[in-house]
Each structure stands twice: as C-alpha cells, then as structure tokens.
C-alpha cells in the first residue's frame, strides 16, 4: 500500500509539472525527429561547434565520441577541434565563467545535458524546447545585446545564427486591462511591432465592450521565406544534435529496452502457465 501510494504521488507530480508548463509556458513547436539521421547530426555537430562552443562549453563531451556518428578521428581533428588539440579532449572553452557574466551579465550555460534539463514529464522534450527558442529571437533595441526572445524575455544571449537566419520583424498583440486617471479599469488592446533592425511601434485601442479574457499572441515575418526555411533546417538538425549528446546511447538504451519488455512479457506467460500446472489438481 505505501509503495503504490508512492507511485500515485510520483505521478501527481509529473501531472502538475506538465499542467504547470502548460499554463505558465510558451507554445513550444515539435522539432523534426533526426536523432537517428547521421547526416543531420554531423551537420548539428558542425553547428555546434562553429556557432555555439565559443561561449558555451559541454564539459561532458568528448570529441571522440563523434565517431558514433560516423565521422573519423581524421574528420574531427580537421573539421571540429578548434579547442583542443586531441580528439580525446572535453568539449571545454576559453572564456572563464566569471569573463562570462562579466561580459553577458550571466554565466552562458553548459550545454552536455541542456536538452534533457528542458525536457518536460509527458509533454514537449528539450529538443523542442530548442528546436523553438532558436527560432524566437527578434531585434530589439531596448536591450543591451540588440536582441530579445519570445520563449526567454529579455535573455542576455544574442542571436548568433541572425545571418543564417535573414531580417525578420515581429509583432505582439497584447489584450489587457488597464486604469485612467480616474481609476476605472477598461480594456485596452496594445499592438507592438519591431522592424527588421529593432526599432519598435506601439499602437493602443480601446475595447469598449469587450468580454473576453486577458491574452498576448505573436507572430513572426520574414523577409525571405526560403532562407528561413533554409535556416529552421540547419537549426532543427542543431536541436538534435544537442538531443543526441545529452544521451549519446539513447537509442540502444530504447532498444534494449524493447527486448527487456519481451522477454519479461515472454516470463509472465510461462509464469502464469506453470502456475497453473502446479495448482491444477488442488481443489
């Protein structure tokens, strides 16, 4: 009975974190499935470590462990190890985390295990949760690195595959309530858009009459529709990549897993059947 209260309060956890998600968070996108796509994934490699290992590390990788995904120690030297000098080392950086925070005003995270620290108990994984926030980052001249985020507001990280990415504007449609001079509380719908370089517009209108609830919603536009379909490709195989590192042998861990539930289904039958022959002739 304790143990299955366990359980049971294991769950409820799980649920409330999910729900809590849900309510609290932004929509995130499902991401492509590559995680078995080596192609995709060398590509994510290089990704990584041309746009992402200058200033966040992963302590928990070493180079080598590349060849999983097809490469050679030859290919990683030439084409991958810029901090290091064997294909042996940790995927470490230059920047110490005090320069970090100095220079970003937080400590850039390590990023081995990101995608499994994002992910969420029966809900959006860590790979969308990237897969999503590499594709939310619009300008915006308020902030200090010229740069803001829809999945993280007011992030100190700048878009570093802008030009990957093409101009792109943004605009968010706010319906609140807010009080005049004298106090009265009316419903206000409040239009912001940030042009290509950041510089923004608001426009306000009154809702008279309106019944609805509070809401914000955003919508993104590019200028070049096939650069950023380009873009959300190479950021979709970046997103897997950091999938498949968090968890290189995720997916013999799956597959173990099935043969472990087929011999224990296999077990139960021969179980129940030699049960049952033991207790036959007991009446």
């Given at each position: 009975?304790?143990?299955?209260k366990?359980?049971?309060g294991?769950?409820?956890?799980?649920?409330?974190?999910?729900?809590?998600?849900?309510?609290?968070?932004?929509?995130?996108?499902?991401?492509?499935?590559r995680?078995?796509?080596?192609?995709?994934?060398?590509?994510?490699?290089?990704?990584?470590?041309?746009d992402?290992?200058?200033?966040?590390?992963?302590?928990?990788?070493?180079?080598?462990?590349?060849?999983?995904?097809?490469?050679?120690?030859?290919?990683?030297?030439?084409?991958?190890?810029?901090?290091?000098?064997?294909?042996?080392?940790?995927?470490?950086?230059?920047?110490?985390?005090?320069?970090?925070?100095?220079?970003?005003?937080?400590?850039?995270?390590?990023?081995?295990?990101?995608a499994?620290?994002?992910?969420?108990?029966?809900?959006?994984?860590?790979?969308?949760?990237?897969?999503?926030?590499?594709?939310?980052?619009?300008?915006?001249?308020?902030?200090?690195?010229?740069?803001?985020?829809?999945?993280?507001?007011?992030?100190?990280?700048?878009?570093?595959?802008?030009?990957?990415?093409?101009?792109?504007?943004?605009?968010?449609?706010?319906?609140?309530?807010?009080?005049?001079?004298?106090?009265?509380?009316?419903?206000?719908?409040?239009?912001?858009?940030?042009?290509?370089?950041?510089f923004?517009?608001?426009?306000?209108?009154?809702?008279?009459?309106?019944?609805?609830?509070?809401?914000?919603?955003?919508?993104?536009?590019?200028?070049?529709?096939?650069?950023?379909?380009?873009?959300?490709?190479?950021?979709?195989?970046?997103?897997?990549?950091?999938?498949?590192?968090?968890?290189?042998s995720?997916?013999?861990?799956?597959?173990?897993?099935?043969?472990?539930?087929?011999?224990?289904?296999?077990?139960?039958?021969?179980?129940?059947?030699?049960?049952?022959?033991?207790?036959?002739?007991?009446?």
């Amino acid at each position: 009975m304790i143990m299955i209260k366990k359980l049971l309060g294991v769950l409820a956890l799980s649920l409330v974190s999910t729900l809590a998600f849900a309510e609290g968070g932004v929509h995130l996108d499902h991401a492509p499935d590559r995680i078995t796509d080596l192609a995709s994934l060398q590509n994510g490699a290089k990704l990584f470590v041309n746009d992402c290992l200058n200033c966040h590390s992963a302590h928990s990788m070493r180079y080598n462990r590349l060849t999983d995904l097809g490469l050679t120690d030859a290919e990683i030297k030439k084409n991958l190890l810029f901090t290091g000098d064997k294909v042996g080392d940790l995927m470490t950086i230059a920047m110490t985390p005090e320069d970090g925070k100095k220079w970003f005003g937080s400590t850039p995270p390590d990023l081995s295990v990101i995608a499994r620290a994002k992910s969420t108990n029966f809900g959006p994984s860590g790979v969308d949760y990237v897969y999503t926030y590499l594709r939310s980052f619009y300008r915006d001249t308020s902030k200090k690195s010229g740069w803001n985020n829809v999945v993280f507001p007011n992030v100190a990280m700048p878009n570093v595959l802008w030009q990957m990415e093409g101009p792109r504007t943004y605009t968010s449609i706010e319906t609140h309530e807010v009080a005049d001079a004298k106090g009265t509380e009316h419903w206000v719908r409040t239009t912001t858009n940030y042009d290509a370089d950041g510089f923004q517009t608001v426009k306000n209108e009154d809702l008279k009459g309106y019944e609805g609830e509070s809401s914000q919603i955003g919508h993104f536009d590019s200028a070049d529709p096939k650069t950023f379909a380009h873009f959300e490709s190479n950021v979709a195989d970046l997103s897997n990549f950091l999938g498949w590192m968090a968890e290189p042998s995720q997916l013999l861990r799956k597959q173990i897993g099935v043969w472990v539930m087929l011999f224990l289904f296999l077990f139960l039958f021969v179980a129940v059947r030699m049960n049952a022959a033991y207790w036959k002739h007991v009446r």
